[in-house]
């Protein structure tokens, strides 16, 4: 095997330099079923990424590599976030999430959602120089996934906490956090259990989980606070992660902020373009249930598999210019950003109602966002860490 088809997706220097789209553009051309230094296959091209998305009876999700626990076979059932379960329990679980985020549920808390970035705003709008990332992009996801379970006040940055130390990724099962898990996990059981006990629980989606039966029995108050989780580790890294490649754009594409302005009806256009070139999820994870054929690759049941979005969103052979910023492609919304097959994202109509709403409350203050003078902007880093995004205001 030559050193061209290695790729390592963890490198470290990604934090600093961004996706590194070059060599995915390599990898697509020459080598779209490569390795990675670990040993699993790492797919690039929109077609093969299509294939094992789809085929779930081939490859399954399994959120265990870096949490110490080799493979979700050692994962106990109640301890399963959403993807790793089996099917037909997987699509009977994830109707539970669609009740609690589809599209019914996202336009009655659109008030809440503009809501708070009003105050955000209001919180920002006189000073000099504000760092749009925290005081902006990062806040809004949590108060909203907080308020859409019900969680008591001061929930929300604790969401951002255990968002950003990565323990919202562990689980009891994790030798690192053995056996009582991480604080998240300690909290929520503890919340859905009151929440049981009550006449009428404090939310819309708590009652969802809390009243389902599934193939004749109750969900666990442990099984329960474990999609909780889910929701939490799927919705707040993310959507900040779109909102802050959403809020960097503005300030520094020239003539963005402007158009769209001018052209309100384009917000939504421009929401799904930087979903598409600046997938929030970089990669998602994949393991042969049994053995396949992938491209020109044989794998064994067992293999991993990693599986770059951010790549597929580019493809050349899908995407006219698929490097370039553009809000006049023909269909906007086919890209990847939220996956595909049966795990596609059930929380992409929230996302993209966060984006939107986010971006038209800083359009309907505001009637310039510029870069601040003599500061420079690196990427943003690929790996969903944190970068400053100052700016400069002018109200309206
Ligand atoms: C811009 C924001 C978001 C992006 C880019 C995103 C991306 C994704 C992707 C790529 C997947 C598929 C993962 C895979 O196939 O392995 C996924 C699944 C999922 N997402 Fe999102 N997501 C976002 C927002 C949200 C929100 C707001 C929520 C919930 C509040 C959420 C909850 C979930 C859940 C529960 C799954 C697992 C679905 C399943 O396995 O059936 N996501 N997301």
Redesign the pocket.
Known sequence: MSDRTIFDPDDPEHAKTGVPFGELAMLRRECPVARTPGGAWFLSRREEIDQV?LDVESFG?DMTPGTGIDGVENVPDEQLF??EIGEPR?GQI?RL?NSA?GVHRTQKIAPFVRETCERLIDGFAEMAEPDLHSAYAMPIPSHV?AHIMGLPEGAPEKLIEWSFNGSVMFRPASPLFSPDGPPIHAYLTEWVAEERAKSEPSSHTVKVFLEAEIEGRRLSDVEIAHQLQ??VL??VH??RG?LAHCVERLILMPGLFDRLQDQRELVKVFVEESLRHDS??HR?TRRCLKDATVGDESMKRGDWLSVS?ASANRDETRYDEGDEFRLDRPDSRDHV???GG???????S??RLEANTAVEALLDRFSAMEPVDGITYPPMPANLSYQPLPARLTLH
């Open positions: 998305l999700s959403l993807p997987h994830r999430f985020l996934i889910t929701m799927g919705g993310t959507t779109l929030p999820a998602v979005l950003a939220f996956g049966p795990h596609i994202c059930p929380g992409a929230l996302a």
